[in-house]
Structures are given as C-alpha cells and as structure tokens.
C-alpha cells in the first residue's frame, strides 16, 4: 500500500470520518490484510484483502452522501444474530438495500456474479446483494458496529 495514496483518500474524505477510516485501516493491516487504493470517478476506493483465502472483506468507497464501508462477510451465518444489535438506522439501511436475483432465481443475474447474503434480521428474512448489503455511512453511531462487525468476522474460523 502507499502510504501516500491513503493520505490522499484521507484528505479527500470529511474531517469526521478520517480518524475512523485511519483506525479501521490500522486495524486490517494488522489483522494481516493487505490494502488496495484506486481513484474512481466518485473519489478513491481503499479495499482490504485477505490474504488466505484471497477475498476481500471491506472496501472504503466515496459517494455524494459521504464515504461508506462495504463490508463482505465470510462467516455472516455465523454470527447473524449480532444483526439484531444494530442501530434501527443501520438495520433500515440494510433492509432497503437490494435483493440479491442470483439467490432469489439464478437465471436472472451474470452466472459469474458472486452469490449475495440469505441472512435474517429482526426475524424477517432477506436475501441481499454482496454489493449493497452491507454498505454502511461512517457516522458516529455507526462506527463502533462496524469495527464489531469487522472484528466478527476476522474472527471467526472456517467450519469444516
């Protein structure tokens, strides 16, 4: 990673946002993934990727309304119930966000497209996009659900 290019994307994003964003960015680091920062047409995107298995767990992405945090969790069904413990603006958020075609008829989505999310939350079930789902604004209320959420998943071990 270039060390100057995250200060880019710092510099880019709102004051309130980079003290988390340099957290978070630490915190991946250290939990042994690896940082890929590239400029698009709304601004940077900094990815986490894992090394074993080579996936990516989180993206910073730019949008009008501010920068967001995708996350893509490996092990959700392990852990779904920590849904239920999200702020009602975070589970409002989720909820809206779009249904995933491949899951709910696989004929009607690119065969190539990675599955999304078969989650409940608040006893209602969804099946959700991998690439909005999980897409959460850097608010002050959001952030410590987020580094739990992270941390969860980080976590967890796959079960054979």
């Known amino acids: 990673m270039s060390e100057h290019k995250f200060n880019e994307f710092l510099e880019s994003i709102d004051e309130e946002s980079r003290l988390f964003a340099s957290e978070i960015n630490v915190y991946l680091l250290k939990s042994g993934c690896i940082c890929d920062i590239k400029e698009a047409k709304s601004g940077y995107t900094v990815s986490y990727i894992l090394k074993d298995p080579k996936k990516t767990l989180a993206t910073f992405i730019c949008r009008k309304t501010g920068v967001k945090l995708r996350i893509y969790p490996r092990f959700l069904a392990q852990y779904s119930d920590f849904l239920d413990t999200l702020p009602d603006k975070m589970k409002s958020g989720i909820a809206k966000s ?10 009607d989505c690119n065969p190539k497209c990675v599955k999304g999310y078969d989650f409940y939350l608040d006893g209602q079930h969804y099946q959700k996009c991998r690439y909005s789902a999980f897409t959460l604004p850097l608010t002050p209320l959001n952030i410590p659900y987020i580094k739990a959420f992270l941390e969860k998943d980080l976590n967890c071990q796959i079960i054979i």
Do not use: A, G, Q
């Not at 779009?98 to 004929?107: A, G, H």
């Open 98 to 107: 779009s249904v995933c075609k491949r899951l709910i008829n696989p004929d």
